[in-house]
Each structure stands twice: as C-alpha cells, then as structure tokens.
C-alpha cells in the first residue's frame, strides 16, 4: 500500500513540490549562511519525494540552544509560509475520503516543516 500510495502521491505534486525544494535548497547553499537551511530543505525535500515510508525523530545531540535558534530563524524565514502550505493542501485532500491517506501526509510534512532542526528523518 505504501508504494502504491508514493507512486500516486508523486503523479499528483509530488514529485514537483520535491522538484521546488530541491530548486529552493541548491538556492540557498549558494551561499555560506544560506547552507544549513539549504540542508534542511534538503531533509524536507527527501521526505516529499516518498513520505509513505518516511518519518522522522529527535536526534540525540541536536535538541539544544543552536538547534532552537535555527528552528526560530527557519520559522521567521521560510517555514511558516511552507507551513501553511502544506496546511492547505492538506484541508483541500481531506475534503473527499478519496484525498484522505494524501492530506494526511501534508500534515505530517507539517510538523517537520516548523521544527526542521535537530530532526532525522528515518524510514518505517
């Protein structure tokens, strides 16, 4: 069911949503400060291409004070209209029972799309 899911996820936008992070993260590791969000749009790209099988967890050194600011400079920046995107998206797929299993994933690239920072992203 998952690669079915993948496959008809990436015929409906998904594989142009993963076209324009990674079009968005080459962009930002133009430059030197840009790079480390550029890495996290990276993450949020390789999440976008299957997010059937992909989920994410709290990396053990990561949680700290550099992490909480990144997240906070990323939030201002860039992830809260990436946010509300998904956040759209989401409500218009679970609006038919059909949309469900889809919009259901835009909500769970949600979460890592606020807090990308000391974040992994893991297969299931």
């Keep these: 069911m998952r690669l079915l899911g993948n496959i008809i996820w ?3 936008g998904g594989l142009i949503a993963f076209i324009g992070y990674v079009v968005g993260g ?3 590791c133009l430059t030197i400060v840009g790079i480390p969000f550029g890495l996290q749009v990276f993450k949020l790209a390789e999440v976008t291409l299957w997010p059937f099988n992909k989920t994410w967890e709290l ?6 004070c ?7 400079i990323w939030l201002i920046v860039a992830g809260f209209w990436i946010v509300l995107t998904h956040l759209l998206f989401g409500i218009l797929l679970t609006l038919t029972i059909i949309g469900i299993p889809w919009g259901m994933q835009h909500f769970k ?5 606020i807090t990308p920072f000391g974040r992994k992203v893991v297969n299931k």
Excluded: R, Y
Excluded at 66 to 72: G, Q
Excluded at 109 to 113: D, E, F, H, I, K
């Design 66 to 72: 550099l992490s909480t600011l990144m997240n906070l």
């Design 26 to 28: 080459a962009a930002l």
């Design 10 to 12: 990436l015929i409906f």
């Design 109 to 113: 690239l949600m979460s890592l799309a």
């Design 59 to 64: 990396q053990s050194w990561a949680p700290g």
